[in-house]
């Protein structure tokens, strides 16, 4: 059985609380009827979300912000 960590997802994204978010978000959306972007049969959906954001195929993009 592989496993995967936090540290797996170091590698692509270097901050373990955005990590989080990333992950957590994507777990809502895959609930919500997104489709898989890694193959992980029998797999739990945050695991699922874990290699996905390991493989590089989640990314973070940061919210545009109007200026005052």
Not at 1 to 12: G, S, V, Y
Not at 31 to 49: C, T
Request: one cysteine or more; proline letters at 3%.
């Amino acid at each position: 059985m592989a496993r995967i960590t936090i540290e797996d997802c170091l590698r692509k994204v270097n901050n373990r609380f955005l990590i989080v978010n990333m992950v957590g978000k994507r777990v809502r959306q895959i609930r919500e009827g997104s489709d898989y972007l890694v193959s992980s049969p029998k797999n739990e959906d945050i695991v699922v979300s874990l290699r996905e954001v390991a493989a590089g195929k989640v990314v973070y993009k940061k919210a545009d912000v109007p200026e005052e």
